[in-house]
């Protein structure tokens, strides 16, 4: 299973970005997809993870600027970040809970780098 993620750049405060992330490989069926991030010298944390449903969830800190959404059919997760600030910056990662005929288990794609600058 491979998680590949894109989208990040250099953005000014107050502009916006949107990340992608396409699943492909030994896949049966994704759970819940999601956002993590980690900026130089801070622990990762959960930006947003939305279930197979559609059931979303939020980091306090981008409620109202930060939207997950999913396509099933193309097996991918979006991340539209609007009215970003400089704390937003950080390498994001993707993750999906997948399940295939060896089992199931967590996969991560290798991060895209967001930096929030003037």
């Known amino acids: 299973v491979q998680l590949q993620a894109c989208g990040g750049g250099l953005v000014q405060p107050g502009g916006s970005l949107r990340l992608s992330c396409a699943a492909s490989?030994?896949?049966?069926?994704?759970?819940?997809m999601g956002w993590y991030r980690q900026a130089p010298g801070k622990q990762r944390e959960l930006v947003a993870a939305?279930?197979?449903?559609?059931?979303?969830n939020y980091a306090e800190s981008v409620k109202g600027r930060f939207t997950i959404s999913r396509d099933n059919a193309k097996r991918t997760v979006y991340l539209q970040m609007n009215s970003l600030k400089p704390e937003d910056t950080a390498i994001y990662l993707c993750?999906?809970?997948?399940?295939?005929?060896?089992?199931?288990?967590?996969?991560w794609g290798q991060g895209t780098l967001v930096t929030v600058s003037s």
């Open positions: 993750n999906a809970d997948v399940a295939n005929w060896n089992g199931r288990a967590d996969y």
């Open positions: 490989g030994n896949i049966l069926s994704i759970r819940d």
């Open positions: 939305i279930t197979s449903g559609g059931g979303t």
